[in-house]
């Protein structure tokens, strides 16, 4: 065993593997893109083990890692006895079954949602199995999360984490254990359920069918894991109460660390925390790099020059980013995306700075209702966090300071650390983070812009408010 780990990222796009050293060094890596489940309702389970068992391939060799460790969307898988996929997956926008959920009444999805920490009914594994066919359902050895599935593959073994277990709506949040209350027509038999560790313990050892497909030694610990971004936000704060964190991806995923878990704030989703005990209210945001992805790929290359040389308000363009519905903290599943006020003198450039607005007014609702005070900093990481203009635009729409991690991939670079902690390396999440990311850049926001965009964003959440209310109508009225 040497002071190394294997660390695994499930993207959505993409699954990377890597090798990372105690000093916080990638020895190896390696990134296959996905080819399903790109919009995030289903994805081809079986598929995705390939794909993850071809990047750890890729990074084998050497001297033997201490433990792997895998984080990964949330989704579900069901299985049969032979741990074979039950049909497509069910990925993070996965609406299966939801509706005959809903139908069980008020009262009893109030008590799993309030159990769950969860604020709304979005989905989950108990929604995915109502909305099963008859024949594949009763075939159903367990109910297993994206990251449990490639653990179970991996080692034999069927288990999940505590996190990935808050999603599935089956477990008491704040017990850290399923929720023995479930109603018999909601909830799946116990024994599809697996037992529940905490993300940084031992679930199991590597088989030795998995060691020869991927060319890791049989017999290598493997870490329990958890929800990526969950894991990131692990790594972002550590062991600190006092920032906010926000991963910022397709969507951001933002959080801040609680200790006692009756103080949610409303809208927040519950979730435990990589550290044993602790908890962290938040959850993703919706699109939002998404978005701004979509329209980038629709207009062009625009240069972070140009967009900075945008005016704030982006010369009166808005653009409304949710094509996919809103999740925290509004969660308005009808919410639908769109573009006001255009003219003939709006350019690329208009139009992508508007949407980069529009993805930090959507953060910055979330961040009120995790610190209505406005006064703790947020620390960014995240695809958007590689840009200096983006890094700037966020600081003064959330007008507060911004703490830039010095690496951006801290989902990766999370499972990392749980492997770490799990292996026995280092139990001091706060040491492993100083080791793996480093010192943060901190960025003020400017006093003048920060103004400007307080109000820009009270007319942003107007316009936004306005446009769901036409949607709903409209909805109504064509259904």
């Not at 594949?136 to 505590?162: I, M, N, Y």
């Not at 519950?270 to 978005?291: E, I, K, Q, Y």
């Not at 992508?352 to 990481?381: C, I, K, N």
């Not at 943060?440 to 965009?453: L, Q, S, T």
Request: overall charge negative; proline content about 7%.
């Amino acid at each position: 065993m040497s002071a190394r780990v294997v660390a695994v990222d499930v993207g959505t796009s993409a699954v990377r593997a890597a090798v990372i050293d105690a000093a916080g060094q990638i020895v190896a890596q390696r990134r296959i893109a996905r080819t399903s489940g790109l919009g995030g309702d289903t994805f081809d389970a079986g598929e995705l083990e390939r794909d993850v068992r071809a990047a750890l391939a890729g990074v084998s060799g050497g001297p033997a890692p201490a433990a792997l460790a895998i984080a990964a969307h949330i989704g579900t898988v069901v299985v049969d006895s032979a741990l074979r996929p039950l049909g497509r997956g069910g990925g993070w926008a996965d609406t299966q079954g939801v509706a005959r959920l809903a139908a069980l009444g008020e009262a009893t999805v109030r008590r799993l949602l309030h159990a769950a920490g969860r604020p709304a009914l979005t989905g989950g594994a108990l929604a995915h199995l109502l909305g099963m066919e008859p024949g594949p359902a009763s075939r159903a050895h367990a109910v297993l999360s994206p990251k449990d599935f490639l653990v179970a593959g991996l080692t034999g073994r069927l288990t999940t984490d505590t996190i990935s277990a808050a999603y599935t709506l089956a477990s008491d949040v704040r017990r850290r254990e399923w929720n023995t209350g479930l109603p018999a027509e909601a909830g799946p038999a116990p024994v599809l359920l697996p037992p529940q560790s905490e993300p940084t313990s031992v679930v199991g050892t590597l088989s030795a069918e998995a060691g020869a497909a991927t060319g890791l030694p049989t017999g290598l610990p493997v870490i329990a894991g958890g929800p990526d971004g969950s894991v990131g936000i692990g790594l972002l704060l550590g062991g600190a109460d006092d920032v906010i964190a926000d991963v910022a991806g397709t969507t951001d995923v933002v959080g801040r660390l609680l200790a006692d878990p009756g103080d949610v704030p409303e809208g927040a989703v519950l979730n435990p925390s990589v550290l044993p005990g602790r908890f962290v209210a938040g959850g993703a945001t919706g699109l939002t790099g998404g978005a701004v992805a979509r329209w980038r790929s629709l207009v062009g290359t625009v240069t972070d020059d140009a967009l900075a040389a945008v005016p704030p308000g982006a010369n009166g363009l808005t653009v409304l980013p949710g094509m996919t519905g809103a999740r925290f903290p509004t969660w308005r599943s009808g919410t639908r995306g769109a573009v006001l006020g255009q003219r003939p003198d709006h350019d690329a450039a208009c139009l992508l700075r508007a949407a980069q607005e529009a993805a930090a007014f959507t953060v910055r609702e979330g961040m009120d209702r995790l610190d209505p005070s406005g006064g703790l900093p947020v620390a960014l990481a995240g695809g958007s966090s590689r840009s200096a203009h983006v890094a700037r635009l966020r600081a003064d729409i959330l007008a507060r300071p911004l703490l830039i991690s010095p690496e951006p991939d801290v989902t990766l670079l999370g499972a990392a650390a749980l492997a770490f902690i799990g292996s026995g390396l280092d139990t001091d999440l706060d040491a492993i983070r100083a080791r793996l990311i480093g010192t943060p850049r901190r960025i003020d926001p400017d006093a003048a812009r920060a103004a400007r965009y307080e109000r820009l964003h009270a007319h942003w959440l107007e316009l936004r408010d306005a446009t769901d209310e036409l949607s709903t109508a409209s909805g109504a009225a064509t259904g």
